[in-house]
């Protein structure tokens, strides 16, 4: 017999422990939101594979990535976070209440934040996963470039991320050899970054090549590429391999949920919003110029904002202005025009004498309510009745015109 799942509630529920939805967990937490925060293996994602951040404002002399995410989750905590260690199976985040299904549990939330990251694609070589991240295998430039100062490092890849990491590595490393698959001279980046790299002296390429396997102790010491034409091994002494053959971003559960490209990465506004009611996706799932924990920050201290207002919008559109009949009047505040509307509206209001409520929701900040009622052009006036838009005023926004649309709706 198959056991019945529970079900638990939430305001906002979080899919993803890296930067970016501890981050939304810290703000949906303060305000007071009841907040979930699913995160399948370790808490922090990537940046706790990260031995030493030193470009994280805030900490001069730098702090690991473990140590960082710590205090992150330690300040979600603060709030009234909950944390569950646990695979998300499924979700559907199509209506008004969105489900995320793991093994035991349904969750359901008024809203969703999706964190849920990527993975590097990686070579396949021999020993591979022992030296991952830490111990010698890096997939930013940026994090590790500092730490391989006056040393030889290698970079596997010739696409433009791989070449313009490349060309910073040089301002550091004594010696940046470059692994590519292709016959030489031919790569994939852009021709302009081609040519910068090919005249760089401090960059040395080995064409028609691929890992076979790393080797090394506790930490990389060397990585055997092999020709692909000779099948001969040409072993290359450096303590860092850079990998840059591309980004899997974790989006299988969401393919007919958003919005998603071709590359696999879930499309968002400046609002974090997926173009789903209630669901907003932060951090190294969506497509963006740069993946770095102060970048997934930002991203996640937007969504967080953006899921709490839409839960008091939705609130207040439910309460205050569906729940009664009356007249809202809808106006951005930053145009003179509908600005000067507002003295008009009080005098209809004072005319009605009771007859009706008039409701009046500014768009300057957010155009949330007004898209809860189906307006997307300013000024118009709304009549609701028995909890529904029934009619919109473009304009004539007369006494006469409003009472005889109310009477009518």
Partial sequence: MAREKKIEEFDVVIIGGGAGGLTAGIYCGRARLKTLLIEKALVGGLATYTNEIENYPGFPEGTSGLGLMELFQKQAKKFGVQFKGTDVKS????GEIKT???????????????????????TGGENEEKFLFDKGISFC????????TGKNVLIIGSGDAAIEEGMFLTKFANK???SVIHDEGKMDCNEIAKAEAMENPKMEFIWNSVVKRFEGDEHLERVVLRNLK??????????????????LPNTEIFQDQVNINERGYILVNEMKETGVDGVYAVGDVTEKFLKQVS??????AIAGVAAERFIAESEMVR??????????????????????????????????????????????KSKGISSKLGIYEFPRLAIVKDGQVTAILKDGFTYESVVNMFVGA
């Fill in 91 to 94: 979700v559907d985040l199509k």
């Fill in 100 to 122: 995320v299904e793991t093994f035991r549990t349904t969750y359901k939330a008024k809203t969703v934040i999706i964190a849920s990251g990527g993975r590097p694609r990686v």
């Fill in 141 to 148: 430039a940026t994090c590790d470039a500092a730490s391989n």
């Fill in 176 to 178: 940046v050899y470059v």
């Fill in 230 to 247: 000779t099948d001969e091994e040409i072993p290359v002494d450096v303590p860092t391999c850079f990998e840059f053959i591309g980004y």
């Fill in 295 to 300: 970048t997934a920050v930002g991203d996640g």
């Fill in 319 to 364: 309460t205050q202005i569906l729940g009664r009949d009356g007249v809202v009047f809808v106006y951005d505040a930053s145009d003179c025009d509908c600005h000067d509307l507002l003295a008009d509206m009080e005098i209809i209001e004072e005319m009605a004498g009771g007859r009706f409520s008039m409701t009046r929701v500014d768009v300057y």
